[in-house]
């Protein structure tokens, strides 16, 4: 069972959590905003550091698109250093590493991560999230790209999926940037601070350092309907996100639902962080009202239309004390069924986001979680060139 400290932190969480829901449910306008949110006011952030930090992680922030508040935090293990000249520090234009023109560069696979709280709550940059995404850049050895997507109520379905697609394509289009400098057509030296729009602009460290032929998505909780979502779109588009492929999936503890309730949505509907009635909650804040259904696509998973042989490898984590894993581990029986490799790593004593959520980061059990993840990831991105048939 999990600790007394767990299941007195968990009570705590959420009477607050329910309190804030409850706020957004009477109040989603109070604060009108065209562009979407993409963090709450109370919520902590981490700053963006783009020298080398003493964990060996550089990040920055770009934001991609001039209609919405969507926005990236990069994050760049010191690894790409390796046999090149890139700066460590100071560059004379913005303080950070900057990839020499000139060298002979250190390309990385990338994950595309996806943050959790319920498609209401959470951000790229919070210190939590922060913290997670340098612990998958280092144990995978991989450029880590947090997508800050639009939240509910401001911005309901299909806002945050189409933000998930949004930066997928964007990375796709770096990688059309990136021919340029090849051929001289871009000083990348010049290029190198997308502090504004980046929707049309080089980014560096992924012009430099980004293999797109190598691309896992990660999602955690909601973050993984959103992973999953993307995924299926790329599989839908095929060549045409040439040069990514995306090689595998990672779902942690998926925010699923569905209106006939499994075992351990009865068994544990009064679960640890979220239970089964403020996830309800979340969905009515998410959802249009005229497309409120449990069973709705981005609820249920067993709902997909697209055919899943078609799906890359998918790891799905899930906690033995969350109320949601029975219909998690049915999706991913789905995709065995059709022969993708799917498996289910399940962490007893667990509850949901053990592995993400700020006070539990720092746990053997969530230490252990990302190199479990690194070391299955590592199956399929740890060969350069690799190739995925959709």
């Given at each position: 069972m999990p600790s007394v400290s767990v299941k007195f932190y968990s009570i705590l969480y959420k009477f607050i959590l329910k309190r804030q829901l409850q706020t957004l449910t009477e109040n989603p306008t109070k604060i009108p905003n065209h562009f979407g949110v993409v963090s709450r006011t109370d919520e902590s952030v981490a700053?963006?550091?783009?020298?080398?930090?003493?964990?060996?992680?550089?990040t920055k922030d770009i934001h991609i698109d001039p209609l919405t508040s969507l926005s990236l935090r990069i994050f760049l293990p010191d690894s790409v250093l390796a046999g090149s000249r890139g700066l460590r520090q100071g560059?004379?234009?913005?303080?950070?590493?900057?990839?020499?023109?000139?060298?002979?560069l250190r390309k990385l696979p990338v994950v595309l991560q996806f943050?959790?709280?319920?498609?209401?709550?959470g951000s790229s940059i919070s210190l939590a999230n922060d913290l997670f995404c340098r612990r998958i850049?280092?144990?995978?050895?991989?450029?880590?790209?947090?997508?800050?997507?639009?939240?509910?109520?401001?911005s309901?379905?299909?806002a945050a999926f189409e933000d998930g697609v949004e930066a997928l394509n964007w990375l796709a289009k770096q990688s059309n940037l990136a021919e340029c400098r090849v051929s001289g057509r871009v000083d990348l030296r010049r290029s190198q601070i997308v502090d504004g729009f980046g929707s049309s602009m080089i980014e560096p460290w992924i012009a430099a350092h980004a293999d797109l032929s190598r691309c896992v998505l990660l999602g955690v909780s909601s973050g993984s309907n959103i992973a999953n979502y993307v995924t299926q779109k790329a599989v839908e588009a095929g060549n045409l996100l040439d040069p990514i492929r995306v090689l595998a999936q990672v779902?942690?503890?998926p925010f699923v639902i569905g209106s006939t309730p499994t075992k351990s949505e009865i068994k544990l509907a009064n679960s640890y962080l979220y239970d089964r009635t403020m996830a309800i909650l979340a969905w009515k804040l998410f959802l249009p009202n005229d497309q409120f259904n449990l069973d709705h696509p981005a609820a249920n998973p067993l709902m997909t239309k697209i055919?899943?042989?078609q799906m890359p490898p998918t790891l799905t984590i899930v906690a033995e004390h969350d109320f949601m894993r029975d219909r998690a581990i049915a999706y991913s029986q789905e995709l065995r069924k059709v022969n993708v490799d799917a498996p289910v790593y399940d962490y007893k004593d667990a509850i949901h986001e053990f592995a993400t959520f700020?006070?539990?980061?720092?746990?053997?059990k969530a230490q252990a979680c990302v190199e479990d993840i690194a070391i299955w990831v590592k199956k399929y991105i740890s060969l350069r060139g690799l190739e995925f048939s959709y």
């Amino acid at each position: 069972m999990p600790s007394v400290s767990v299941k007195f932190y968990s009570i705590l969480y959420k009477f607050i959590l329910k309190r804030q829901l409850q706020t957004l449910t009477e109040n989603p306008t109070k604060i009108p905003n065209h562009f979407g949110v993409v963090s709450r006011t109370d919520e902590s952030v981490a700053p963006a550091n783009p020298s080398f930090s003493e964990d060996g992680v550089a990040t920055k922030d770009i934001h991609i698109d001039p209609l919405t508040s969507l926005s990236l935090r990069i994050f760049l293990p010191d690894s790409v250093l390796a046999g090149s000249r890139g700066l460590r520090q100071g560059d004379g234009v913005y303080g950070g590493y900057s990839p020499a023109l000139d060298d002979n560069l250190r390309k990385l696979p990338v994950v595309l991560q996806f943050h959790g709280g319920g498609f209401v709550t959470g951000s790229s940059i919070s210190l939590a999230n922060d913290l997670f995404c340098r612990r998958i850049a280092k144990a995978c050895d991989a450029i880590v790209v947090a997508v800050g997507y639009r939240l509910a109520p401001e911005s309901k379905y299909p806002a945050a999926f189409e933000d998930g697609v949004e930066a997928l394509n964007w990375l796709a289009k770096q990688s059309n940037l990136a021919e340029c400098r090849v051929s001289g057509r871009v000083d990348l030296r010049r290029s190198q601070i997308v502090d504004g729009f980046g929707s049309s602009m080089i980014e560096p460290w992924i012009a430099a350092h980004a293999d797109l032929s190598r691309c896992v998505l990660l999602g955690v909780s909601s973050g993984s309907n959103i992973a999953n979502y993307v995924t299926q779109k790329a599989v839908e588009a095929g060549n045409l996100l040439d040069p990514i492929r995306v090689l595998a999936q990672v779902l942690m503890y998926p925010f699923v639902i569905g209106s006939t309730p499994t075992k351990s949505e009865i068994k544990l509907a009064n679960s640890y962080l979220y239970d089964r009635t403020m996830a309800i909650l979340a969905w009515k804040l998410f959802l249009p009202n005229d497309q409120f259904n449990l069973d709705h696509p981005a609820a249920n998973p067993l709902m997909t239309k697209i055919p899943l042989r078609q799906m890359p490898p998918t790891l799905t984590i899930v906690a033995e004390h969350d109320f949601m894993r029975d219909r998690a581990i049915a999706y991913s029986q789905e995709l065995r069924k059709v022969n993708v490799d799917a498996p289910v790593y399940d962490y007893k004593d667990a509850i949901h986001e053990f592995a993400t959520f700020e006070m539990f980061l720092k746990t053997p059990k969530a230490q252990a979680c990302v190199e479990d993840i690194a070391i299955w990831v590592k199956k399929y991105i740890s060969l350069r060139g690799l190739e995925f048939s959709y």
